[in-house]
């Protein structure tokens, strides 16, 4: 009984010990929105705007009509989709409000004072250019990069903490490895995923003919 006491209290200090933290390095972070207000401008843009860039980004992977890329993008929605499901339970099962609810901070942006952990905005932005990074390394660095910006403005801003911006990008992470290891491994989730993409190419050329020969690769199944 002792031993588990003690357990409680140790495991309850770690906890505390762990949040203050979290809110020690958020502190840090926000506070640059007083010390350094020239940056104020990116920092709103890249939190509230720069999701935006990946989706358009996607959307021109996709129009490029290369089947490799289409793979890519295929593989980046379906990742978005697994982690933002996931997503979806850890805010259902483990809430936190967000920083400028339970603490005095410098907002830079509105926001409904909805679940902060973990961020939504870190998980689209890591997934997407983890996927778009483990087929193409070069674009992918720059997507990783811009990802990263977006997880370090929305603790700037003052809508998340550390700990929610890094629990995203692990899980967009995660999911984007993990769905490309299920093509990869398993030959029929990449038939099923190839016949997707010949299929909407049959529909799409009788729109959309090719001035050239196509670059697909893809056979018909």
Excluded at 102 to 120: C, E, G, M, R, W
Excluded at 179 to 195: G, M, P, Y
Aim: charged share 15%; hydrophobic share 50%; aromatic share 14%.
């Amino acid at each position: 009984m002792l031993l588990f006491r003690a357990f409680s209290i140790n495991k309850g200090m770690m906890k505390m010990n762990f949040t203050q933290l979290d809110y020690h390095w958020f502190q840090l972070i926000n506070q640059f929105g007083s010390t350094l207000p020239i940056l104020n401008p990116i920092m709103r843009l890249l939190a509230s705007y720069a999701e935006y860039v990946f989706y358009i980004g996607i959307v021109i992977y996709w129009f490029t009509r290369h089947d490799g890329k289409r793979r890519m993008v295929a593989e980046s929605l379906l990742s978005a989709c697994v982690a933002v499901s996931f997503s979806g339970l850890l805010a259902h099962f483990f809430y936190r409000d967000r920083p400028f609810v339970t603490h005095n901070v410098i907002q830079l942006i509105s926001h409904p004072a909805n679940a902060s952990f973990p961020s939504d905005h870190a998980i689209g932005a890591f997934v997407i250019a983890t996927s778009i990074w483990i087929h193409h390394r070069k674009d992918g660095k720059l997507w990783l990069v811009l990802a990263a910006g977006i997880a370090f403005s929305r603790i700037w801003t003052g809508v998340h903490y550390p700990s929610d911006v890094i629990a995203g990008a692990v899980i967009g992470i995660t999911a984007a490895v993990l769905i490309n290891q299920v093509f990869r491994r398993s030959s029929l989730a990449l038939k099923w995923l190839t016949k997707f993409i010949y299929w909407y190419e049959a529909v799409e050329s009788r729109i959309w003919r090719r001035n050239e020969a196509p670059q697909s690769s893809v056979n018909k199944l």
